[in-house]
Antibody, heavy 121, light 107 residues
Framework: QVQVVQSGAELKRPGASVTVSCKSS????????VHWVRQAPGQGLEWMGR?????????KYAQKFQGRVTMTRDTSTSTVYMELSSLTSEDTAIYYC?????????????WGQGTLVTVSS | DIQMTQSPSSLSASVGDRVTIACRAS??????LNWYQQKPGQPPKFLIY???NLQTGVPSRFSGSGSGTDFTLTISSVQPEDFATYYC?????????FGQGTRLDLK
């Protein structure tokens, strides 16, 4: 069965960077895009970007995060990473990774459990 | 970016009620409209794709309709496990965008 497991909660100081991991199992890792979506406390869902774990690991990022986010993958461990730099309190949120269903549009069928990132001095 | 607007932002219902949630896109998105359900402390769950197709395992009391810019999610008879927040999402063009959510709670 498909499983998506994320790394644990993080506490970071303003200006620091954070890296969240997302390990997939139960399917062919390189055949499905992985997206990152975040949710600030009590707020809605915000798309951050996606990575193609196959091929060259191509990425597409939301304009809001361009220059501050980097998504990478390790095919040997079926793991995707999301690094966000220059953190501010506005980045305090739950970060989710999610698999795209493979049909050619952004339909997110399996989600990780979420990783809480808290930015505080 | 395409803006997705849901209404109402919240609604109260009793078990057995029929409820409808609306979602409007700021431009036409054909049938590239998906719905998710989120319960407190959990990630979103994929419910419906391409307006009206139920994801595997989703009960048939859920249905979706619409095209162009206006869409609806209907629960024909609300069950206790349906009290949650619902989000629409367009997959017509990047970036994918979500509605602000509709919270369904117990009356």
């Amino acid at each position: 069965q498909v499983q998506v497991v994320q790394s644990g909660a993080e506490l970071k100081r303003p200006g620091a960077s954070v890296t969240v991991s997302c390990k997939s199992s139960g399917y062919t890792f390189t055949s499905y895009y992985v997206h990152w979506v975040r949710q600030a406390p009590g707020q809605g869902l915000e798309w951050m970007g996606r990575i193609n774990p196959g091929g060259g690991g191509g990425t597409k990022y939301a304009q809001k995060f361009q220059g501050r986010v980097t998504m990478t993958r390790d095919t040997s461990t079926s793991t995707v990473y999301m690094e966000l730099s220059s953190l501010t309190s506005e980045d305090t949120a739950i970060y989710y990774c999610a698999r795209e269903d493979g049909a050619g549009a952004t339909k997110l069928d399996y989600w990780g459990q979420g990783t809480l990132v808290t930015v505080s001095s | 970016d395409i803006q997705m607007t849901q209404s109402p932002s919240s609604l109260s219902a009793s078990v057995g009620d029929r409820v409808t949630i609306a979602c409007r896109a700021s431009r036409r998105i054909s049938t590239y409209l998906n719905w998710y359900q989120q319960k407190p402390g959990q990630p979103p769950k994929f419910l419906i794709y391409d307006v009206s197709n139920l994801q595997t395992g989703v009960p048939s009391r859920f249905s979706g309709s619409g095209s162009g810019t206006d869409f609806t999610l209907t629960i024909s008879s609300v069950q206790p496990e349906d009290f949650a927040t619902y989000y629409c999402q367009q997959s017509y063009i990047d970036p994918p965008t979500f509605g602000q959510g509709t919270r369904l709670d117990l009356k």
